[in-house]
């Protein structure tokens, strides 16, 4: 490195000075040492952002390659503060930096590596050098290839992504915008947006929909007028294949309690090693899939459910060593062990929707050209679904041509499934950083499909349950109002919409295209998985044929009630700190009693919100529910706890002007 290097140990000096020098310069070995608090990486990081981050971060500190000279001195400090602001706009030390000159900066450079400057070979393996520049980076001595080599794959494995996304995109202020490092973001979630005031103020707002609960018309079930059915819902199974018990559960990445990568370690106590059903710092082993397999199988028995649904997100958090063919190959595996469990198809048929994480990298699925992603995910995950005898020919064409949508009858009542591929509508999605994907208004020609299977169940008398993964107040604005526009075009065939993604317990109120009236509801389970400090667990929902206004019944069904069933991780494993057992699974709540609700309509709902604001009791309830039990997470005061409640009456940011405050 020539000695003129600027002094100022700035992200913001050291980019610049990079893109004002020639391409070729001497490689440099550099001596960093991270603390383990900043390296530390967090299990909710934005692992898609940390990708495009880190991989064009190779090219400020490797585009020379190879080992060489020390950098003495300031071009040591000024490379070592490089490195470290590129770990902290990660989130990997949950501190944030001023990201936004420093990204059109690394963006820029990128540019310089794609018009031939540096090759994609040295931007891949400029990602393993970094690891292995690290020594000691992650707050463990640099000795074994799990810990040098594969954490940084997730980089070099992520290259041909990046380069394909980044060829598309010319616009640095745009990209850095849409990834959320500069202010004045041109899109964001609607979750991270902000929420419009309530016309007429709070107490107006509150009397509102204080008049239209009391206006909603009751929802009654006459006792044998009409069959009862049950539907079973899971969602975020992500199974640790790797699992060993007795290994760590503290290792700094977004999922622990594998094999132990760290030699000449002191063993550590009981209660910070890998139990036998999982940990809070880990993905479930496949021990917890087989357990929950067990109880749904006996709860079918007691009392059989219609179908079961899995609204994504099977594959683990092991998101800096994956491949496409490795994901597939977890989905396929994974759904062979819950097959195994379950009561044949025939008895309990299953209907499964992709999640974030059977993309590859993390949350990523082609919107250009779904037949990009057809032989890698599609098709295999499909045509495995159908062995198992999840799905059909049909199911599997649709879900192909589409890039994972299709719709299938519930059998043995007026019901349908849609599941929907989420991933095309969420700021996740690296190809979503493409303008021309984001310009598109349809793509997979998903809600071309949405449209006419809602339409063709209106017209043979029967109800949708939609399943996605991600929560409709998660998507792109423009790409949720038009998933609205069209639910709101046969309202009365809308039984729910069904998702995961966020780990806990939630619901949401939709309201109608126009806003004049609450459309139906949309509801969150919490995951399988006990990573990030979860309860494992899932739902069943009880459904009927509610009383119609003319003295018979509603032709479609309707959610009566949802019962949760979990397991006491914390205790169990305790339980069986030394010996083997079985995991017992235990009724946690129904939404009626825990609630204090006459129905589960969305007026009832909204009337739950309502309350939530000023009965501490309610909310206290609520929350301990959300978090599946966790008490030791802290429920929210103030504006947390209104913006919470807010979120029971309103799920999409223009709905939330009903709240009475957010």
């Not at 400029?126 to 997730?154: D, R, V």
């Not at 616009?171 to 419009?196: H, I, R, T, W």
Request: a neutral charge.
């Amino acid at each position: 490195v020539p000695q003129t290097m600027p002094e100022s140990p700035s992200l913001d000096v050291s980019v610049r000075w990079l893109l004002q020098k020639p391409a070729r310069r001497r490689p440099v070995s550099i001596p960093l040492v991270f603390s383990p608090a900043q390296a530390r990486l967090p299990a909710t990081m934005a692992a898609s952002h940390f990708a495009v981050v880190a991989a064009l971060a190779m090219f400020v500190l490797l585009c020379g390659g190879g080992p060489g000279a020390a950098v003495p001195g300031t071009q040591a400090a000024s490379l070592h503060s490089v490195a470290r602001d590129i770990s902290v706009a990660s989130g990997v030390d949950g501190l944030r930096v001023n990201w936004c000159t420093p990204c059109k900066d690394l963006f820029k450079l990128a540019q310089k590596a794609l018009s031939g400057e540096i090759s994609e070979d040295i931007f891949k393996a400029g990602a393993k050098g970094y690891c292995l520049l690290h020594k000691g980076g992650f707050g463990y001595s640099c000795t074994g290839k799990w810990q040098c080599e594969n954490l940084c794959l997730i980089v070099a494995t992520w290259a041909p992504t990046v380069f394909e996304v980044l060829k598309e995109v010319k616009d640095a202020d745009g990209v850095c915008q849409q990834l959320g490092y500069c202010a004045a973001a041109e899109e964001k979630s609607q979750s991270e947006e902000a929420v419009p005031a309530a016309a007429g103020g709070a107490a107006r707002a509150m009397a509102e929909l204080a008049r239209l609960v009391a206006a909603a018309r009751p929802q009654t079930f006459t006792a044998g007028a009409a069959p009862t059915y049950r539907l079973g819902h899971l969602s975020d199974v992500h199974t640790n294949l790797e699992y060993v018990a007795g290994t760590w559960t503290e290792c700094g990445l977004p999922s622990c309690c594998r094999a132990d990568p760290y030699s000449g370690r002191e063993k550590m106590t009981q209660n910070t090693t890998a139990g036998l059903f999982g940990d809070y710092n880990c993905d479930g082993p496949p021990a917890l899939l087989q357990s929950l397999a067990a109880d749904i199988k006996a709860q079918h028995a007691a009392n059989p459910m219609r179908a079961l649904v899995i609204t994504g997100d099977i594959v683990d958090h092991k998101v800096w060593d994956q491949s496409r063919e490795g994901n597939t190959q977890s989905v396929i595996t994974q759904s062979e062990i819950l097959a195994k469990g379950l009561p044949p198809p025939a008895e309990l048929p299953v209907f499964p929707a992709l999640g974030n994480h059977e993309g590859m990298p993390v949350s990523t699925f082609d919107t250009l050209s779904v037949a990009h992603d057809v032989e890698g995910a599609y098709r295999p995950i499909a045509e495995e679904w159908q062995k198992l005898g999840w799905l059909n020919a049909t199911h599997v064409e649709q879900f192909v041509r589409t890039g994972g949508a299709y719709c299938a009858d519930v059998p043995g009542m007026p019901l349908r499934v849609v599941a929907v591929n989420s991933n095309f509508y969420v700021n996740g999605n690296l190809f979503n950083y493409v303008p021309r994907a984001r310009e598109d208004a349809d793509p997979g020609a998903q809600f071309a499909f949405v449209n006419a299977s809602l339409t063709a169940a209106a017209r043979d008398g029967k109800g949708v349950v939609f399943l996605w993964h991600h929560p409709i107040n998660g998507w792109f604005p423009d790409k949720s109002a038009k998933m609205i526009e069209l639910l709101s075009t046969h309202p009365n065939n809308v039984v729910a919409l069904l998702n995961g993604h966020t780990h806990n317990d939630n619901m949401h109120t939709v309201w109608t295209a126009d806003e004049s009236k609450p459309l139906t509801m949309q509801y969150e389970v919490g995951s399988l998985t006990p990573n990030q400090g979860h309860n494992p667990g899932w739902r069943y929902y009880t459904m009927g044929h509610a009383d119609a206004a003319d003295g018979g019944v509603e032709a479609v069904p309707a959610i009566q009630d949802y019962l949760n069933r979990r397991a006491d991780l914390a205790r169990e494993n305790w339980v069986h700190r030394t010996t083997a057992g079985s995991l017992p699974w235990k009724d946690a709540y129904s939404a009626k009693a825990a609630y204090g609700m006459k129905d589960l309509t969305p007026a009832s709902w909204i009337d739950v919100g309502r309350r939530m604001y000023t009965d501490d009791a309610l909310f206290a309830r609520w929350w301990a529910n959300h978090v599946t039990g966790m008490l030791s997470s802290p429920a929210p005061t103030g504006a947390g706890r209104q913006k919470t409640a807010c979120g029971v009456i309103a799920s999409v940011k223009r709905s939330k002007s009903h709240c009475p405050s957010a």
